[in-house]
């Protein structure tokens, strides 16, 4: 039998040579956009340090007493002024939590988990403060470019009420 010994020509081994550079330099500017895109989503916008902790609560000084009326009137100090307690956000106080329960769980916790914990690039919504998500909220309803997360939260926000909004920020300042 002959010997059969394959021909290989020169200027395909070059031509598959170069179509595999050309793929692995595709793969890598891919891989490479992917880097970049999920760290420019990721450090892009506010970023809370710890949500979850309340804010410490100032506990007021109880009044001196009163000096006694035969006390000389010079002695006699002024009482100083309690500290005001702590003031509950405007947004919060008109805003209905079992209404904005009941909204959230149908628009928002399928994105953003049902306790506002947050899931992959859908941020941490749970403890927010009132007045900032009624803020954020408004702004995504007025298709104003807040953040990465915009042209996806403006379909979601347009729709919202500004009693709707004021339920919502209640809630999620409660979770």
């Known amino acids: 039998m002959a010997d059969h010994t394959p021909h290989v020509d020169p200027v395909a081994k070059l031509i598959t040579a170069g179509g595999a550079v050309l793929l692995l ?6 891989v490479i956009s992917l880097i970049n895109t999920i760290n420019n989503n990721s450090t892009k916008g506010e970023t809370v340090a710890n949500p979850s902790v309340p804010a410490k609560v100032v506990e007021a000084k109880p009044a001196p007493a009163p000096t006694p ?5 010079a002695e006699a100090k002024p009482a ?7 003031a509950v956000p405007a ?3 008109g805003g209905d939590a079992e ?3 009941a909204k959230f769980t149908s628009s928002c916790a399928s994105c953003h988990g049902m306790n506002g914990e947050g899931q992959g690039m859908f941020p ?5 403060a009132a007045d900032k998500t009624s803020e954020l909220l408004k702004k995504y309803r007025a298709g104003e470019q807040v ?3 915009s042209a996806m939260m403006a379909p979601i926000a347009g729709p ?8 919502l920020a209640a809630y999620i300042a409660k979770i």
Do not use: F, M, Q
């Open 25 to 30: 330099a595709a793969v890598t500017y891919l």
């Open 69 to 73: 009326a035969s006390a000389p009137a």
């Open 80 to 86: 100083e002024p309690a500290p005001a307690p702590a």
């Open 91 to 93: 947004a919060a106080a």
């Open 99 to 101: 209404a904005g329960k």
């Open 124 to 128: 941490k919504l749970a403890g927010h």
């Open 147 to 149: 953040g990465p997360n």
């Open 160 to 167: 919202l009420s500004d009693a709707d909004i004021a339920n």
